[in-house]
């Protein structure tokens, strides 16, 4: 089970943390990613940590958010700066035993998801 949390609203410029509470799966030995979907749009890789502590990002994130994971608590995080209006989405939380799977729109573990939403 994954939990997001943390979403909410936020003036441009501003800052949120996102974390997402792991349960049910190996953790440590997963990686761990955040997706994004806005309304008729496909669901986007925003952000992914492997169990090694590799961090990849998307080029529309990169050098404003900062994604981490905590193995003592099973815990990702996803710190989001200079946040924009077309960052506004809602955010998911995906684990996957192997690259492939965190990055497979069908197979691993998603949340649920929880609402960024950005005004102008």
């Known amino acids: 089970q994954l939990v997001e949390s943390g979403g909410g609203l936020v003036q441009a410029g501003g800052s949120l943390r996102l974390s997402c509470a792991v349960s049910?799966?190996?953790?440590?030995?997963?990686?761990m990613a955040w997706f994004r979907q806005t309304p008729g749009k496909q669901r986007e890789f925003v952000a992914l940590i492997r169990s090694s502590g590799g961090t990849s990002y998307s080029d529309s994130v990169k050098d404003r958010f900062t994604i981490s994971r905590d193995n003592a608590v099973d815990t990702v995080s996803l710190k989001m700066n200079d946040l924009k209006p077309e960052d506004t989405a809602v955010y998911f939380c995906?684990?996957?035993?192997?690259?492939?799977?965190?990055?497979?729109?069908?197979?691993?573990?998603w949340g649920r998801g929880t609402q960024v939403t950005v005004s102008s």
């Open positions: 995906k684990a996957g035993h192997t690259l492939a799977t965190v990055l497979s729109a069908t197979m691993g573990y």
């Open positions: 049910g799966v190996d953790f440590n030995r997963n990686a």
